[in-house]
Each structure stands twice: as C-alpha cells, then as structure tokens.
C-alpha cells in the first residue's frame, strides 16, 4: 500500500470520489476531471471556441539575408458574431513535401532573433509567430476593457486562457494551409509565454508538441514545492492575479488543499510530446520544482506507453530565451516530429539527492 506523504503532489490516478483508474477508458474520464479543474479554478476558463477562423494575406515577400526565406503576413478573422481578428506572420523556406510548425506567441517581446529564425526554417520548419498581447493587454491595472475581454464579456478567463486561445486559432488556420502538416505543429514560449504554451498544449489535443522555457508558477513550476527565491502563489496574485481566473485566489495560503498542481497540467498534454527547457540559475522559475512536476507527471506518459514523449532539459544560466534553449526544443522536435534521434537525454536527473514529491505511481495496464 502506498504511504501518503504530508503535502505531496496529488495522485494523478484517483478520481475525485476517491476510485482509481486502471484502464485507458478511466484515463480519459479522470483526464476530462482534471481538465475542468485545472482550467476552471487556476485560469477561469477558456474563452468559446469561434464557428471559424480565416486568414486575410496582408503581404508576402523574399527575404534575402534569411536565406531567402518567404514571409507572409495574415490577419487572422474569427467569427461570424464575436468576431475578433490579429495578425500572424509565417517564415519558411519552400519545399516538395509538408512541412511541421513552430508556432510562438512571443512577438511582444525579441526572443525570435534572425539567429533563431534561421536555426528554425532550416531545420525544415515553418516559423509562426504572433503578439499574444493583441488578445489580452499584459498589464498589472488591466480593466478588461480591450481585447478578447470585448468579445466574451461574461467570461472569467484571465490572460493565460486568452492567450491561450490565439494559439489554437493559430492552429484552425494553419490547419487550412496546404505547405502545412497539421500534424506535426509544435508550440513554444518564454516566462509568462511558457505558461500560456503549456495551457494551450494542455487545452488543445491538435498540438504535437508543447515547449515551455522557463515558465515557473502557474507554468512547469510547482505550487506546493518552492525551491530558494522562486516565484510563489502569492507573487502571482500580489502582482499578476488578471494572469488567472477568479477562484485561484482562494487557495492563497492553502496551496496543499488545492486539487491538482502543475504535474496535472502537464498530463493533459500526455500522450502528446511536451518538453520544458529549464535554467539552474533561474531561481525564480523553480527549477527544482519543475523538476518535481516533470517527474511526477511523467507517470501519466508511462501510463499511455508514451514515456519517451516527455522530456526535460537544463542549462546554466539565467532566465532568458536563447539560441541555445532553442536549439534543444528543435532537437527535440526533429526526434519526434522529423525521426531524427538526438545525441543526449532528454531524462536526465539533474538533482540525484532530492526525493521525489509524490508516493503514488501509475497503475499497471490490463494487457
């Protein structure tokens, strides 16, 4: 019988009525629980899926000093009612056969260098990328009197979910696109864009793979497990509170009697490809905690037979989004998106003396 241990992450197995899972068929059922909690109480919700998404080519041109690369611009429509519409820049080098997506919603920021660009299409990807503040302002005083707060004003979503949601537009319209595999779409983001990539990947079963870089709480980090300095509940809902829904504040202080933590999020990616790329000197960003959640949650993929499909990977450093975490999301990307094994593990156990978080374990299948 396995001991409970005092505070630990919560059995990703057992249902809310206290029953466990034992078969793929249960899987989905908890699967379906965990998804309303998590994304009710920490994120208020999604904002409503739209009746279509359609792309407005703005422009297209050759970029030379980008290996000749081709940039096209769209502005995206939603709609008909609610609509709201943003725009979407694709980078790309034409070829014969479709090609797989790196979809980044950082286009607030200047993480996408020319460094990273090329790194990206010649690998073989289209590069998309938007502003994810064109669909909720990322302001401390937000008054959600813009944005996707217009269109759904009965919402309670906070910024992750909107953001969230112009990722998964971004996957109705590339979808659409005929130089696209559909299947083989890749999401990616920084910080605060790292949560909202391990939201959407969570939220969005059409996403091959999801890569959040240094996202801490509310991303690949750990509630109920702070590693020194590293961001807490608290700090969220102090400073960040309109990143969340309504209910999360609620367990300020009571983080242990929350009914999942980040180890849930991240099995509702499972079985699909999720990989967080993570920095030692990123305290902030709780790397130890990380490390608690990735461990924990990857009992989920050894569950589904798809262990191979999580992974973790560490730097030193700060916390910064560079040509060196991108170049692991990609190798990581070719491994399960292009077949092309990499040279190191994406399993590696970068602190041997911490004890895992969790005392429970995934069933064992029916064969």
């Known amino acids: 019988m396995e001991t409970q241990m005092v505070n630990e992450l919560p059995d990703l197995f057992r249902f809310e009525n206290g029953e466990r899972v034992t078969s793929a068929d249960d899987w989905r059922r908890r699967r379906q629980e965990l998804l309303d909690l998590v994304v009710g109480i920490e994120y208020g919700g999604m904002p409503p899926v739209p009746a279509e998404t359609r792309g407005e080519l703005l422009h297209a041109h050759q970029v030379r000093r980008l290996l000749g690369a081709r940039h096209a611009q769209y502005r995206l429509h939603t709609g008909p009612g609610c609509s709201f519409s943003f725009i979407l820049d694709l980078m790309y080098l034409p070829a014969e056969e479709r090609q797989p997506v790196v ?42 009197n813009s944005g996707l707060y217009l269109v759904y004003p009965e919402g309670a979503f906070g910024a992750l979910s909107a953001w969230a949601w112009g990722y998964h537009r971004c996957v109705d319209f590339l979808s659409t696109l005929e130089f696209v595999d559909p299947d083989r779409i890749a999401i990616v983001g920084h910080s605060r864009g790292g949560k909202t990539v391990l939201l959407a990947g969570a939220t969005d079963e059409r996403i091959a793979l999801t890569a959040p870089n240094n996202s801490g709480a509310g991303g690949a980090g750990c509630f109920r497990h702070q590693g020194p300095k590293s961001e807490t509940l608290a700090d969220l809902i102090r400073s960040l509170s309109y990143w969340f829904g309504p209910q999360l504040r609620e367990y300020l202080g009571k983080e242990h009697l929350l009914p999942f933590d980040q180890h849930s999020l991240k099995a509702l990616v499972a079985p699909r490809c999720l990989l967080s790329t993570e920095a030692f000197g990123d305290l902030w960003a709780n790397p130890t905690g ?4 990735y461990r924990a949650a990857r009992e989920a993929y050894r569950f589904l037979g798809a262990e191979d499909r999580i992974g973790i990977w560490y730097r030193e450093g700060p916390h910064q989004h560079g040509l060196e975490d991108w170049k692991a999301f990609l190798d990581f990307a070719d491994w399960h998106l292009q077949g092309k094994a990499p040279s190191y593990s994406f399993n590696p156990n970068p602190f041997p003396e911490l004890a895992p978080a969790h005392s429970w374990s995934a069933p064992e299948r029916p064969s």
Not at 111 to 136: H, K, M, S
Not at 138 to 144: E, L, P, S, T
Not at 290 to 293: I, R, S
């Open 103 to 144: 979809l980044n919603g950082d286009g607030c920021w200047r993480y996408v260098t020319d460094e990273v660009i090329q790194e990206v299409i010649q690998r073989g990807y289209v590069l998309a990328t938007f502003n994810r503040c064109e669909l909720a302002p990322d302001i401390g005083n937000n008054d959600r």
């Open 290 to 293: 990380t490390y608690q959640t």
